[in-house]
């Protein structure tokens, strides 16, 4: 794959169609080169109730449907039946080399490989967004959770290009982050 214009980066959909429609209009609208999806894709988790929009087989249609390249990972949320039903393969941990950066994308759920030194680190899981240098001066993004948003944050995705990271709000497209590389 020649090196990418845009990349939208999304986690936490939760089988929710009504933000995962709003997601896919985004990534219809914007034709990024790769969508990164960080994992939760279809199911709700036995914590969160039903919310009235839980359409898990819709939201795999959806996500079938996508006409752009998927990286995805695997998310606690996320059995083999859910693997069957969507397109793009996910395993615990996936690598990426863009932007002469090395990336690791990973649901969060789990501890980061020993040894590996990503320039940036990737995850999902806690559906907060986050977009900040680690001690070692590396670069962790989350890019929160279209469906289920947490700690106050609007429903957000992010974008990336060869500038840098943008952590957005879902409904508005206003930054909540922004990082430059």
Known sequence: MKEPKLILIAS???????ATKTLVSKIEALKPDWVWLL???????PRNGVPDDYEP???????????VPVLGVRGNCDSRVDA???????????????YDKSFLLYHGDLP????????????GHTHIPVLEEDEKGRILLN????????GGYPASYALMDKNGIKV??????????AKSF
């Not at 936490?12 to 009504?18: F, N, Q, T």
């Not at 994992?39 to 988790?45: A, F, K, M, S, T």
């Not at 957005?168 to 982050?177: M, V, W």
């Open 112 to 123: 980061i490989k020993e040894g590996y030194e990503p320039d940036v680190i990737v995850s």
């Open 168 to 177: 957005l709000s879902l409904e508005t497209d206003e930054p909540i982050f």
């Open 12 to 18: 936490d959909l939760h089988g929710r169609v009504k």
């Open 57 to 67: 087989m819709e939201v795999s249609k959806m996500l079938s449907a996508l006409n």
């Open 39 to 45: 994992g939760d894709y279809l199911y709700n988790g």
């Open 84 to 98: 069957m039903l969507l397109p793009f393969p996910f395993e615990d941990f996936a690598e990426a080399l863009v």
């Open 143 to 150: 890019p929160g959770s279209p469906s289920f948003p947490k």
